[in-house]
C-alpha cells in the first residue's frame, strides 16, 4: 500500500482564520514532507520531518506551522495567511534514508480570500 | 545554473510515436534519481527510480549518466494516456531534499 492520504481535499479560508491540514501514511515510512506547489511550478519544498523531529526548515514563514504528532501523522497549522499563499499543498513521505522514493498525497488545494 | 534542469516542452507527438526526454543535474554528490509523472492538477506519481545500470518498466525506459550528469527518460509505443508532466527528481546522498527539474510536458496527440 503506498498511499498517503491528505484533508481537506479542498480549502477555502479568509486571511484571518486559522485552519489545519492533514496527512496519513502506513508504511512505515519515517520521513515526512511537506511541499507547496503553485500552478505550472514544480514542488517547493517547506518542511520535513525525521522520525518524529523536524530537520529542515525552508525558511518558511511561521504563519506555516508543522507538526509531527506521530511517526504516521503530520499536520500543518495555517494562520493569518496571504492570498498568495493559495497553492496545492502536497505531503510525501519515504524511508527515513535519505534519497529514498518519496510518496504523495493528493494534496489540498487551498484558497486564501 | 539550475540544479536541475529540465526543456519544459511541450512536445506533442502522435500516439505510438517514442519520445525521449532528457534531464541534467549539476550537484555530482546527488545520489537517487527518479521520475514523477503529474497529471493536471493532481499529485506527482512516481513513475520510476533510475538505476545506474538503467531501468526498463514496459513501454518505459530510464538512463543515468553520471559522467555527463543527465537522466533520461524514454517512451515507447505513445499512448493518449501518457499526456502528462515528467517530472525529474534528484535528491543528494543522505539528505532529504529532492530537488525538482520544472517538468516536461508532453502532449500525445490521436
Known amino acids: 500500500d503506498t498511499e498517503v492520504t491528505q484533508t481537506p481535499k479542498h480549502l477555502v479560508m479568509g486571511m484571518t482564520n486559522k485552519k489545519s491540514l492533514k496527512c496519513e501514511q502506513h508504511?512505515?515510512?519515517?520521513?515526512m514532507y511537506w511541499y507547496k506547489q503553485k500552478a505550472k511550478k514544480p514542488p517547493e519544498l517547506m518542511f520535513v520531518?525525521?522520525?518524529?523531529?523536524?530537520?529542515i526548515n525552508e525558511s518558511v514563514p511561521s504563519r506555516f506551522s508543522p507538526e509531527c504528532p506521530n511517526s504516521s501523522l503530520l499536520n500543518l497549522h495555517l494562520h493569518a495567511l496571504q492570498p498568495e499563499d493559495s497553492a496545492l499543498y502536497l505531503c510525501?513521505?519515504?524511508?527515513?534514508?535519505?534519497?529514498?522514493?518519496?510518496?504523495f498525497g493528493q494534496g489540498t488545494r487551498l484558497t486564501v480570500v | 545554473r539550475k540544479e536541475v534542469e529540465q526543456d519544459p516542452g511541450p512536445f506533442n507527438v502522435p500516439e505510438g510515436a517514442t519520445v525521449a526526454f532528457n534531464c541534467t543535474y549539476s550537484?555530482?554528490?546527488?545520489?537517487?534519481f527518479f521520475w514523477y509523472r503529474q497529471d493536471c492538477r493532481k499529485e506527482p506519481k512516481l513513475l520510476m527510480s533510475?538505476?545506474?545500470s538503467g531501468n526498463e518498466d514496459g513501454r518505459f525506459t530510464a538512463q543515468l549518466n553520471r559522467a555527463s550528469q543527465y537522466i533520461s527518460l524514454l517512451i515507447r509505443d505513445s499512448k493518449l494516456s501518457d499526456s502528462a508532466t515528467y517530472l525529474c527528481?534528484?535528491?543528494?546522498?543522505?539528505?532529504?531534499?529532492?530537488?525538482f527539474g520544472t517538468g516536461t510536458r508532453l502532449k500525445v496527440l490521436a
Open positions: 508504511m512505515g515510512h519515517r520521513a
Open positions: 527528481v534528484v535528491a543528494p546522498l543522505g539528505t532529504y531534499k529532492y530537488i
Open positions: 550537484n555530482s554528490a546527488s545520489q537517487s
Open positions: 533510475v538505476y545506474s
Open positions: 520531518y525525521s522520525y518524529e523531529k523536524l530537520s
Open positions: 510525501a513521505s519515504s524511508q527515513a534514508n535519505g534519497g529514498a522514493e518519496a510518496f
